[in-house]
């Protein structure tokens, strides 16, 4: 990022970020990019690793990625943003060379990926849905394939169901009946409520509608039609005119979104952020004007010290969050500590399994690496019962880079949805790799585990903040985080809110124009992704 340097003589203001995922980097360089010297800034991170869910984690030669992070965004600011941190690709990737193809939308004069790391390659998203030994297209669409694994007897009933939907429409009030709404009771039984209840740990009909509002937003039968539509007309589209989860191009840093969030932890460090590392805040203290005064932290040798700060910005989780305020001698009113404990999360487990080859064929006009030629996927969403991984990721196709040997191996990503604790979060590395081996085996993805050359199990606490439990009172919560002034909550876990990572790096972009301003109101943070229109407009 380059940026014009302006020197000012004023005494800094101290800020302190809690966290270093994208989130907490993002505010980081909002305060400094302009070299004005004007906030002194020190940024703490948990763990020796940078980008928060949004890590590259590496395994010997090989990279992945939790949880797939597509960099797309509707807010120009985002978009121009990662540019500024990584150009974009100038000339064709490996894969595009290998190929042969069209590489017409490049950027003249950008980086050559072949010969730069720091570089953002241009991707086209293929997902599909494994549902009762087909793939059908994702998301769900009327497709000659969907009508013929489904039956004409099962696509009557989806049909008349989804007549139905549009005339009789149910409350709101959860989000069971969002989906139904959007896309009649027959195809929410079959592709939506089972993984949901997988993804969550419970049932969408005891699941507020908010997730499904910030998430799906505008998706539906009629827009997946519509797009399909508008995809045979000569018109090109820009993204815009897209609802999110139809895009089919996406941007993807060369070794993983990581790399992203490293570059930018280098480039706050060159204009004088402190990073401290294995740092985890254990208490935040209030000053006698109610403000808040400090923050305490603990690092694994068992060491403390205290920071004192003017403005603190917050992505750790609320629910750590209101627990370090909770002091002996500076209590949590009780009602808050309610609120705070019983916000529910959802864990998540990432196994990597490095095979020989796919049993999958390729049968799509798509071309792809590997040999035999693998599958175009990026993301497999596994919606058929009787499975407990949610969602394949092959990382070959993410980005080339990622693979040691991307023409003759396959790194798959087998995604789970647990809880801290619980049987599968607790199980043995070697079980739960046998598990998922086992798993992929039974779907028909590889031949079984004489296919596997290599393994990692990766397991992430608290990766989705979940909309049930204390969560329909946040607004109280958020009103008494509010009430002291200088504290700003933002991103995914910091405002316990299901963000994509473009609204997580809004939340700080408004917080830090805040700080800038002097603006008291903390409606323009907690805003970013509840209306709609934010989602779908640029």
């Known amino acids: 990022m380059k940026e014009d340097l302006i020197v000012t003589t004023n005494e800094p203001e101290s800020v302190v970020i809690i966290g ?52 797309f965004s509707k807010d120009e600011r985002i978009m121009d943003w990662w540019q500024e941190t990584l150009p974009l690709q100038g000339a064709p990737s490996y894969d595009d060379k290998k190929l042969g193809r069209d590489t017409h939308d490049l950027e003249p004069g950008e980086m050559d990926p072949e010969i730069e790391d720091k570089v953002m390659l241009k991707r086209h998203r293929v997902s599909r849905i494994y549902w009762n030994k087909h793939f059908l297209d994702y998301p769900i669409s009327l497709s000659l394939d969907t009508l013929k694994a489904m039956g004409p007897k099962i696509t009557m009933k989806a049909g008349f169901s989804y007549l139905k939907s549009m005339v009789h429409k149910l409350p709101e009030d959860n989000l069971e009946n969002f989906y139904i709404n959007r896309f009649g009771r027959v195809l929410y039984s079959m592709f939506f409520e089972g993984y949901t209840e997988k993804l969550w740990g419970r049932h969408p009909s005891v699941i507020s509608a908010d997730w499904g509002s910030q998430r799906v937003k505008g998706l539906s039968i009629s827009e997946v039609l519509k797009n399909a539509v508008q995809k045979l007309m000569p018109k090109q589209r820009d993204n815009s005119e897209v609802e999110t989860s139809l895009i089919e191009e996406f941007w993807y840093p060369k070794l993983g979104p990581g790399q992203l969030w490293e570059t930018v932890k280098d480039n706050c460090e060159a204009r004088g952020v402190k990073v401290k590392t294995d740092a985890k805040v254990v208490g935040v203290n209030r000053g006698a004007d109610g403000r808040i005064a400090s923050v305490l ?78 599958v175009p996927d990026c993301w497999i969403y596994v919606q058929g019962p009787g499975y407990k991984v949610g969602r394949l990721q092959i990382f070959n196709n993410w980005s080339p880079y990622l693979v040691k040997d ?14 801290e604790g619980d049987e599968f979060w607790n199980m043995s590395d070697e079980d739960a790799t046998k598990f998922a081996i086992h798993e992929l085996t039974r779907m028909g993805v590889i031949a079984g585990p004489d296919d596997v050359l290599d393994s990692h199990r990766e397991r992430v606490k608290k990766a989705y903040p979940a909309y049930f439990d204390t969560y329909d009172q946040m607004p109280e919560l958020v009103e008494y985080l509010d009430s002291f002034g200088n504290l700003y909550c933002v991103g995914r876990n910091g405002q316990h809110r299901y963000n994509n990572m473009d609204h997580s790096m809004a939340t700080s972009m408004e917080a830090v124009d805040n700080i800038r301003t002097h603006k008291t109101s903390k409606n323009n943070v907690w805003s970013v992704n509840t209306d709609k229109s934010y989602h779908e407009s640029k």
């Open 297 to 374: 932290v603990r690092h694994s040798d068992g060491t403390q010290e205290t920071l004192e700060a003017d403005q603190f910005i917050s992505s750790m989780p609320v629910k750590d969050l209101v627990e370090a305020m909770d002091t002996e001698q500076q209590p949590v009113p009780s009602d808050m500590r309610h609120i705070a404990e019983g916000l529910p999360y959802r864990d998540f487990v990432t196994v990597g399994l490095l095979v020989k080859h796919l049993k999958l064929k390729n049968t799509t006009d798509i071309p792809t690496l590997g040999n035999p030629p693998i």
């Open 20 to 71: 270093g995922g994208p989130a907490g980097l993002t505010a980081a360089w909002e305060l400094v990019k302009d070299g004005s010297n004007a906030y002194d800034v020190t940024l703490l991170e948990e763990s020796e690793e940078f980008g928060g869910i949004a890590r590259t984690v590496k395994h010997d030669g090989n990279r992945m990625d939790i949880g797939g992070h597509r960099f």
């Open 406 to 419: 991307v023409d003759d191996t396959v790194w798959i990503g087998l995604e789970y949805f647990c809880e």
